[in-house]
């Protein structure tokens, strides 16, 4: 079969429709109830034999109606794509509600991408993923170094997204509390405005030139405080709504249950895996056997990228093959939308 004929879209798109609807075999019973346009069972039965041969649909056992391929979702999303691509996305009123409702406008940081991906989950009841932007770019604005004992302090940095990073620090040898004190004000000199990425470069912990006892304890605090940045590279990842996907009649099945679990415990797996399906400006979708990520090849991913704070960051929504990807694409745009602004609003 070559492109498919207008009619043969047509159906497939019901049985698409309908299999998201119901996680069942469609019937030709069932499409011929839903077209409502007079066409006979028998004319849809040789329509749905013909996508069955090209590959866009299967029947799981002789007596059962059809379910679509990985070839037959991908030819529905392509058209909605296409759509899209024509006319400005129109966003329901009711998933405008549900983001005007639990949108997480007063949150700051780590807890506002935790509330993005919670509403993600919530508008399109899949797995909602948000990757926050890289932290590289983000510069530290002053240090704080408040003595324990002679051999220990606490050292807290704040940084310009209003994040701050704190840990314990231990001290090669004995120092005043003075002195201590003294160092913290170096570093504060030596890393106000400085980047995440410099910083970890080692910019902070180069001896100066003059050698004193508080220049001696800085270079010390840095050494030591290293570990306060060394997770910062991969950015925020939050993951929200997997109990939206276990009552699928996939997850029946203990394999499929097994993949999912496998790959949501690894944040690390998770971070890689999501940077090996960057969709560019617009939405990428792999749809089952189409994804790279071997554990993911029973599932579909969405991704579009977004900015926050003038970074690049990745959504991502994680589900069934069988998923509503219309109202996947829409919750989304919506997303991105509120992403772009520190007091979002609903349009």
Not at 11 to 20: C, F, H, K, M
Not at 228 to 256: R, T, Y
Request: contains cysteine; proline residues 6%.
């Amino acid at each position: 079969m070559g492109p498919l004929a207008a009619r043969s879209k047509e159906i497939l798109d019901a049985v698409v429709r309908l299999n998201v609807e119901t996680g069942r075999p469609v019937s030709s019973g069932l499409i011929e109830r839903s077209l409502n346009r007079g066409l006979s069972s028998a004319t849809i039965r040789k329509q749905m034999k013909d996508l069955e041969q090209a590959g866009y649909l299967h029947q799981p056992h002789p007596s059962a109606g059809r379910m679509p391929t990985d070839r037959g979702f991908r030819s529905y999303v392509d058209r909605l794509q296409a759509g899209w691509a024509l006319r400005p996305p129109t966003i329901p009123a009711s998933m405008r509600r549900i983001a005007e409702q639990e949108a997480p406008i007063d949150a700051e940081g780590a807890d506002r991408i935790k509330g993005m991906a919670r509403l993600l989950s919530r508008l399109t009841d899949n797995i909602g993923i948000i990757l926050g932007p890289s932290w590289d770019e983000v510069r530290a604005v002053q240090v704080e170094v408040i003595p324990r004992t002679r051999r220990r302090a606490l050292m807290v940095v704040v940084l310009d997204n209003n994040q701050v990073r704190s840990g314990s620090i231990e001290l090669a040898e004995s120092t005043a509390a003075a002195v201590i004190e003294q160092a913290g004000a170096i570093l504060t000199e030596r890393i106000a405005g400085r980047t995440v990425a410099e910083i970890r470069a080692g910019r902070w912990d180069q001896p100066d030139l003059m050698r004193t006892p508080a220049s001696r304890c800085a270079t010390d605090l840095a050494r030591s405080g290293r570990h306060l940045f060394a997770d910062l590279d991969e950015g925020e990842l939050q993951l929200e709504g997997i109990a939206n996907v276990l009552d699928e009649p996939e997850f029946k099945e203990p394999e499929p249950l097994k993949e999912l679990l496998r790959f949501i415990e690894s944040p690390r797996s998770i971070r890689s895996s999501l940077g090996s399906l960057e969709g560019g400006d617009g939405f990428g979708v792999w749809i089952g056997s189409e994804n790279p990520v071997g554990g993911l090849r029973r599932f579909s991913v969405l991704t579009g990228g977004f900015e926050w704070e003038g970074r690049p960051g990745l959504l991502a929504i994680l589900g069934p093959r069988r998923m509503a990807y219309q109202r996947a694409f829409q919750g989304l745009e919506l997303l991105r939308r509120l992403a772009t602004s520190v007091h979002p609003t609903v349009t």
